[in-house]
């Protein structure tokens, strides 16, 4: 069964302190991997897809890495707007592109 | 272009009781997801639909079903209410249901469910 774990499950920066976020997946032959920011109360908000080992996307203060076996999000000088929760999701086996989420990483960024 | 949106936002059910959640996907989309958020929980899949079919089902029991129509919008209903199925349901469209971009979902705000 496909699984995906997040780790730390809750991380508290102060503003301006760099971390990174860890999601590691077990599937059989990755198809890819997605990461989605969900603000308390509202619906998860799509950030990036990688595709394959190797690759890497940037957003603002927010960069997605992705190896074989886990792909991290680096986050840069970070600000209290930044604080969500974080979703890393890759497809479901069987074919489909259908995301299976992992439980999140809450980050909370002090002033 | 409008996005997802989802009513209602909130709602009280008593253990037994059915109820109807609807959705209304992103102008364009014609693929809707729906998915089952309990708190401190990441969503779990329950059903997709594309074009009025559904198109992949997760490990949720028969009681939990959906519809799609023309306009693409659909609707999640639960039978026979069931305490721990309080949580946040979320509805999400894309873009097509082949390819990676079938992954690249556009949720609502969701529909808070309490059932006593």
């Known amino acids: 069964e496909d699984q995906v774990t997040q780790s730390p499950e809750a991380l508290r920066l102060q503003e301006g302190e760099s971390s990174s976020l860890n999601c590691s997946y077990t599937?059989?032959?990755?198809?890819?991997l997605f990461w989605y920011r969900q603000d308390p109360g509202k619906g998860p908000e799509f950030l990036f897809t990688?595709?394959?080992a190797g690759e890497e996307k940037e957003k603002e203060r927010l960069k997605a890495t992705l190896t074989k076996k886990e792909s991290f999000l680096h986050i840069t000088a970070p600000k209290p707007e930044d604080s969500a929760t974080y979703l890393c999701a890759v497809p479901r086996s069987g074919g489909s592109y259908i995301p299976t989420f992992g439980r999140g990483t809450s980050l909370i960024v002090h002033p | 272009e409008t996005g997802v949106t989802q009513s209602p936002t909130h709602l009280i059910k008593t253990r037994g009781q059915q109820v109807t959640l609807r959705c209304s996907s992103q102008s364009g989309h014609n693929t809707v997801s729906w998915y089952q958020q309990a708190l401190g929980q990441g969503p779990q899949f329950i059903f997709q639909?594309?074009?009025?079919?559904?198109?992949g089902r997760g490990n949720f029991p028969p009681r939990f079903s959906g519809l799609q129509f023309p306009n693409y919008s659909s609707e999640l209903n639960v039978n026979a209410l069931e305490l721990d199925d309080s949580a946040l349901y979320l509805c999400?469209?894309?873009?097509?249901?082949?390819?990676?971009?079938?992954?690249?979902?556009?949720f609502g705000e969701g529909s808070r469910l309490t059932v006593l």
């Open positions: 990688l595709y394959s």
């Open positions: 639909y594309y074009r009025e079919e559904e198109n």
């Open positions: 599937v059989s032959g990755l198809r890819g």
């Open positions: 999400a469209s894309s873009l097509g249901s082949i390819g990676i971009a079938a992954g690249e979902l556009f």
